[in-house]
């Protein structure tokens, strides 16, 4: 496994543990490498559309499905509460982790709570849609807009 | 990628910003997106989809068309 790849999934099992993506620091003492070569780690990462971190470079905002910020999508898995992105991202966590999992979210026009569930393998609970504002040829032009 | 819980609600909202109304996806390919594009998320096989890879998944969902190829100027 090349070095970039085993500091992503030492990202995503930190995250998926923690439910918050990990500091330089973190994974420079998870993975006994120093906290420069895991931020160029990091900026790699980002290049190839990995993760997306803040303007400081080297803390991430996102780890696709899972947010580094707290967002109005929570996700509730085994006990635990990660926030996501955006509605794709909020069924994707208990996809990524292949788990049962409670949506909490809202509708943007109304501010409605909504609730779902994912069981069994299947998404159940309020009626509701996805709307997507921007092509996927753009997606990563403002991913945070996204 | 917002949740709104009708269509109707979704043209109110790009109404009061001036933003044209994009396709709207059920939950149930929403979900079956979020299975197809991460449930692997957490393996060391899991990448990023390609364009061609990308263009797949969607079509399998029944998304099609310029605004879901990620290479196109056209939607």
Redesign the interface.
């Known amino acids: 496994m090349d070095q970039d790849t085993d500091l992503k999934l030492a990202i995503y099992r930190h995250t998926a543990e923690t439910t918050r993506p990990p500091s330089a620091e973190e994974m420079a003492s998870a993975t006994g490498r120093d906290s420069h070569e895991i931020r160029e780690g990091y900026q790699r990462l980002f290049a190839n559309r990995v993760l997306v971190l803040e303007g400081d470079g080297e803390t991430i905002r996102m780890a696709p499905p899972f947010s580094g910020v707290e967002t109005q999508h929570r996700v509730q898995v085994a006990g635990k509460q990660y926030f996501a992105n955006c509605a794709w991202d909020a069924l994707a966590i208990p996809a990524a982790l292949h788990s049962d999992g409670e949506i909490r979210s809202r509708c943007e026009q109304t501010l409605e709570p909504l609730q779902l569930l994912v069981r069994g393998g299947r998404v159940l609970g309020d009626e509701c849609v996805v709307h997507y504002a921007v092509p996927a040829a753009l997606w990563w032009d403002d991913i945070v807009y996204t | 990628?917002?949740?709104?819980?009708?269509?109707e609600?979704?043209e109110?909202?790009?109404l009061e910003r001036g933003?044209p109304?994009?396709?709207?996806?059920?939950?149930?390919q929403?979900?079956r997106?979020?299975?197809a594009?991460?449930?692997d998320?957490?393996s060391?096989e899991?990448h990023?989809p390609k364009p061609a890879e990308?263009r797949r998944i969607?079509a399998e969902i029944g998304l099609e068309g310029?605004?879901?190829?990620?290479?196109?100027?056209a939607?």
């Open positions: 990628m917002l949740f709104f819980r009708s269509e609600n979704v109110a909202w790009c933003l109304k994009r396709p709207v996806v059920t939950l149930e929403q979900w997106l979020a299975l594009w991460y449930g998320r957490l060391p899991a990023r990308m969607f310029p605004f879901w190829d990620p290479e196109s100027d939607f």
